[in-house]
């Protein structure tokens, strides 16, 4: 492959660049062509198809840009249309050849060990990994930099308003009202280009904004709108910012003063990353202030995590800094701590970030970050998990309340989170992680308060949030994504279940575009539909959605057990319990007799009984079991779930049966003369022949839910 430039002269000639004369308008150009959507009645997932083309510039390339113009004086001369293009096609060019030489030591390393016929080094050690930093997925949504501020800083506001004149809700306030103008400013010359059928000679309107006009629209005073100005006002000359990596003073201070009275101000993104990152360094250079704003950071994390699991879990399964006693000793203490069922989540919670040698390739610093952000939480709670199923344990939450644990655990999952933007981490994980699993705990699962906050907002239910976690990191070692909003992209369409012929699958960021469009409807205030299109949305009205919310709402092991089996299902399958509940249902009504049909699989060996009964008793209970036993063995299954459902279709009992199988002489006569399992679309034809009551027309809508005529569907 052909060696790029040197980056140091790409990076100076974007520098020469930036400081042409009317930068700024190409600036506002490229702010709008990349950041801008255009939405029509609803937001839709197409509507975002520019935000996933690799033909746009990220927010850290437009940040750089806009670090370099600074480092001059602003000019703000009008350019004419032809310049103003020139400069955007000259940056887009540089900017790609930047991105070229930043990833060309990875990719020479790797293609000189292929010609050499030696194993490669690892390619993402220190320098290789500048790039998945710099251009890695962004951690948060802007919205959530936005609205989680008050949450984050609201211990601090006394302090705020001492020193900075505005509160962390008032601060709140005034972006998100800047970050509405700008939509309305951008609209307006959108509509003239319609009226004119001409391009503005400048786009730069739609980034400009005085003091008076966001008093006023955010009904905020207009010395407090001047105090958080100042705050977040640049007023240096950027002379720090060398190289890509650098501190870069206009990503703390996203407002540019001109010399009209007006601040420039070019992405939402830009304002509310801010607002959430800038005001811990204001109070970290106050020493006197440093260890409370500290303790406050730490206390958010932890009360942050348990206030959106509490939104799932609800208060009796979610506990707070719990401390592990043996005797007299405290041997571990877990920041968040879930029981549902015979599942445990052990959540250990973060503040750290990734210091700037870091981000510039600084192997050791790296290695640092990593150890004091991410191993150190998951290695406590990796711990506290030992000392849990050791036994022996007391466990006593911060409102001195022993927690009662179940007499047997299936599972612990260990998330280690972090409360700040950490780039690439996902990647950074899959590198870096040492960690170990038993038959119990599973592999760890790491993330930041934004995809926590995502998962519980998308998978609301014990059963849901459970199953997801139990799938994702089941798959940890064969799944390669640029975030872990790809993968929940990923799973809420198709449902995360990885065929075991696949080593490897490698998700693009563009997966997760439902899910954005999603986000964007329920926290953005956009129109359109807050649930993806996929596996909540595909089964709704159907039996099998009925048995799932069933199962949602208790914590009994074996339903929880087979709550996960049943979302771990395809469509075609999920289809087919559907249609075997219906069968069993409408047959019970007419005789009033038991009935059952089973849905086998042959790999793995496996299947569920479904067994429905107008009234619920020891010996069905007792029948149920038996017939799921021998089953189970008939087939040489290692797991096979039994489930007694109503006639109305509601679930009344539920048996779980895990453990391997082996041949067995008794097991042998007792299975002798028994069926093999019938297929549900050998059932469905032969049941509606015999029920002549029931009979349905060639044309009529199938009793699946399908949508489609009977004869497009399980007629067939």
Same mark, same amino acid.
């Given at each position: ?46 509507? #975002? ?14 940040? *750089? ?6 480092? @001059?004086?602003?000019?703000? *001369? ?16 540089? #900017? ?11 990719? +020479?390393? #790797? ?49 705020? %308003?001492? @020193? ?27 509509? /003239? ?54 501190? @870069? ?15 420039? %101000? ?90 700037? +040698?870091?981000?510039?390739?600084? /192997? ?55 409360? =700040? ?35 519980? =907002? ?41 065929? /075991? ?17 999603? #986000? ?88 569920? *009984? ?8 020891? =010996? +069905?209970?007792?029948? %149920? ?42 097991? =042998? ?45 399980? %007629?067939?």
């Amino acid at each position: 492959m052909e060696k790029p430039r040197e980056e140091v002269h790409i990076f100076n000639d974007i520098a020469t660049l930036a400081g042409s004369p009317g930068y700024v308008h190409a600036i506002a150009f490229i702010s709008h062509r990349d950041n801008i959507i255009q939405i029509k009645d609803k937001l839709k997932s197409s509507d #975002m198809d520019r935000l996933f083309s690799g033909e746009r510039l990220i927010r850290t390339e437009l940040m *750089t840009l806009i670090g370099l113009m600074v480092k @001059n004086p602003l000019d703000l *001369t009008p350019q004419a249309i032809d310049v103003i293009d020139s400069y955007v096609e000259r940056t887009d060019t540089l #900017m790609q050849e930047l991105h070229d030489s930043m990833s060309y030591p990875m990719f +020479a390393s #790797m293609f000189e060990a292929m010609k050499s016929g030696v194993t490669p080094a690892n390619p993402w050690d220190g320098l290789g990994m500048r790039e998945p930093i710099f251009y890695g997925t962004e951690s948060a949504y802007a919205f959530q930099y936005r609205d989680l501020v008050p949450e984050k800083y609201g211990a601090d506001d006394v302090w705020m %308003l001492k @020193n900075k004149g505005f509160s962390s809700d008032q601060s709140r306030t005034i972006a998100k009202t800047m970050c509405a103008l700008m939509d309305e400013k951008g609209t307006r010359l959108l509509t /003239d280009i319609l009226t004119t059928n001409a391009s503005p000679a400048t786009w730069l309107p739609a980034f400009e904004f005085s003091l008076d006009e966001v008093a006023f629209h955010s009904g905020v005073g207009k010395t407090v709108v001047e105090a958080f100005f100042r705050a977040f006002l640049f007023t240096g000359n950027n002379s720090s910012f060398k190289e890509v990596g650098d501190f @870069n003073e206009v990503a703390a201070r996203p407002l540019l003063p001109t010399d009209r009275g007006t601040v420039l %101000l070019f992405s939402h993104y830009a304002i509310c990353e801010a607002l959430y990152e800038s005001p811990f360094f204001w109070m970290w250079d106050d020493k006197g202030y440093r260890p409370i704003a500290a303790k406050h950071r730490g206390a958010f994390t932890e009360q942050f995590a348990a206030r959106r699991l509490v939104s799932v879990f609800g208060h009796d399964h979610v506990h707070t800094n719990v401390n592990l006693h043996r005797g007299k000793d405290i041997v571990g203490e877990v920041d968040v701590l879930v029981v549902y069922g015979d599942r445990l989540i052990i959540l250990q919670a973060k503040s750290k970030k990734l210091t700037i +040698a870091a981000r510039k390739g600084n /192997d050791n610093q790296l290695k640092a970050d990593f150890a004091a952000a991410i191993q150190d939480s998951y290695d406590q709670g990796w711990s506290c998990a030992n000392e849990i199923l050791t036994g022996g344990c007391q466990l006593i939450d911060d409102n001195t309340k022993e927690i009662n644990l179940p007499p047997s655990i299936k599972d612990i999952f260990l998330i280690s989170i972090v409360s =700040e933007h950490y780039p690439a981490l996902a990647f950074q994980v899959k590198q870096s992680l040492t960690f170990q699993t038993n038959d119990v705990i599973r592999p760890p699962f790491v993330m930041d308060v934004f995809l926590l906050d995502t998962l519980t =907002e998308m998978l609301e239910t014990p059963l849901r949030l459970l199953s997801y976690v139990k799938m994702r990191v089941a798959v940890s070692d064969k799944l390669m994504s640029g975030h872990e909003l790809t993968v929940l992209g990923y799973h809420l369409k198709r449902n995360l279940w990885l065929d /075991d012929k696949h080593d490897l699958v490698m998700l693009e960021d563009s997966v997760a575009q439902d899910l954005d469009t999603a #986000m964007m409807v329920r926290r953005d205030n956009q129109p359109g539909d807050g649930t993806p299109v996929g596996i909540l949305t595909k089964m709704r009205g159907t039996r099998y959605e009925n048995l799932i919310q069933d199962i949602e709402v208790r914590a009994n092991p074996a339903i929880l057990e087979l709550g996960f089996h049943l979302l771990s299902m395809d469509e075609n399958s999920c289809r087919n319990v559907h249609r075997a509940i219906e069968i069993i249902t409408k047959q019970t009504k007419l005789d009033g007799k038991r009935h059952d049909v089973t849905l086998a699989s042959s790999s793995p060996p496996g299947g569920i *009984t479904f067994h429905c009964n107008s009234t619920p008793t020891s =010996e +069905a209970i007792a029948l %149920l079991e038996t017939y799921c036993t021998k089953r189970k063995y008939q087939q040489r299954a290692a797991k096979w779930f039994g489930v007694s459902v109503s006639p109305t279709g509601h679930v009344q009992f539920g048996v779980a049966l895990d453990f391997q199988w082996k041949h067995s002489d008794e097991m =042998e006569q007792l299975t002798a003369g028994m069926k093999s399992a019938s297929k549900v679309h050998d059932v469905i034809p032969q049941y509606f022949q015999n029920t002549s009551r029931m009979k349905l027309g060639r044309n009529d809508p199938c009793h699946c839910g399908s949508g489609l005529k009977y004869k497009k569907c399980c %007629l067939r």
